[in-house]
């Protein structure tokens, strides 16, 4: 038994290290032409007048290619394990950007947003591009697991209990069956057709979930949706501030309006 378990933890270390050689020529081929994507369409915002029609769309592509080279950049620091940077950061913030930028996506067309922000929140510490980067993927998860319609929604409170900020992503989508759901954070695990995912999203959010000092887990069941809870630490200087607040709020549209 011992010595079985030992082999699957040389193997799991071998595909470890193959993703991180294989992280490094995906960035190697990918960082270049990202580049200059993000210089031309730079350019062009240059050239084009504040109230031109096309410049909106032009400022999402350069946001987009940014945030692929980030995602890139991301499935390097999984395989190298590194430290994310510190900082004080505000997680209602990074979700109503997340969802700026993906409000457009062909998948969101017919997915209700709803979000429900706590506006007394504490802030977390932590690197904002790699929280951004899981809150991407999770939604994306979300959004794919509903097929085109249903209802996302995005929450965040204070746990009192526990002194750490909350926050959940639900889905009405299509849920995880009960012998994948204890799987789902390992690397090169889906559940996705092959062409639709390299098994690689949520191990690389539990990651950087877990060197931000936090957890996230899930609970689901077939054909009832998904919920993943993030669970991040408060920055040091708003423990003092804080007061173990648990504030209420209003339900807010992704454009941060009360409904």
Known sequence: MESSKRQQALLAAERLKATGRLASEIAHELNTPLGGILMYSHLLIEDLSEDDPRRENIVKINKLAHRCKIIVQGLLDFAHQEIPQSGPIQINRILRNVIGFLEDHVLLRNISIETHLDPALPRVAGDENKLEQVF?????????SMNGTGTLRLCTEFAVDTSRV??????TGCGIDD????????PFFTTKEKEKGTGLGLSICHGIVERHGGTIAVE????HGSTFTVFLPMAEKDI??????????GF????????
């Open 136 to 144: 991407i993927n999770l939604i994306i998860n979300a959004v794919q």
């Open 166 to 171: 909350r926050i959940e992503c639900s889905d």
């Open 179 to 186: 012998e994948n759901l204890g799987r789902i954070f390992e």
């Open 220 to 223: 689901s069941s077939k054909g």
């Open 240 to 249: 003092s501030d804080c007061g173990f607040r648990n504030a209420e709020c």
């Open 252 to 259: 807010e549209t992704p454009n941060g309006k009360s409904k």
